[in-house]
Nanobody, 117 residues
Framework: QVQLVESGGGLVQAGGSLRLSCAAS????????MGWYRQAPGKQREMVAT???????NYADSVKGRFTISKDNDKNTMYLQMDSLKPEDTAVYYC???????????WGQGTQVTVSS
């Protein structure tokens, strides 16, 4: 099993910044990519950013140029630096870790990000 624990959410004004962290533990050898997803009320969960073990990144168009995903392999921790936040970024943000097999798909408990206008 893989355990994921998010932290760093909160309330921020539009234009502000937050940094989310996701600490991973357990059978990390199963994982070859991690990512951040978000779900706003009444909407489907969507991909925000992903990063592979090799460091390749991918971003949703809505966050390109504002968010940066990174990871510290020594600390088994992934980050999401969120700058120039907008009210439409308000959502519960989830950490995800995936491996080669469908069953290797793990989620954190989520952390709330609220951006006020």
């Amino acid at each position: 099993q893989v355990q994921l624990v998010e932290s760093g959410g909160g309330l921020v004004q539009a234009g502000g910044s937050l940094r989310l962290s996701c600490a991973a533990s357990g059978a990390l050898f199963k994982i070859n990519a991690m990512g951040w997803y978000r779900q706003a009320p009444g909407k489907q969960r969507e991909m925000v950013a992903t990063i592979t073990n090799g460091g390749s990144t991918n971003y949703a168009d809505s966050v390109k140029g504002r968010f940066t995903i990174s990871k510290d392999n020594d600390k088994n921790t992934m980050y999401l630096q969120m700058d120039s936040l907008k009210p439409e970024d308000t959502a519960v943000y989830y950490c995800n870790a995936k491996g080669d097999y469908v069953v290797y798909n793990y989620w954190g408990q989520g952390t709330q990000v609220t951006v006020s206008s």
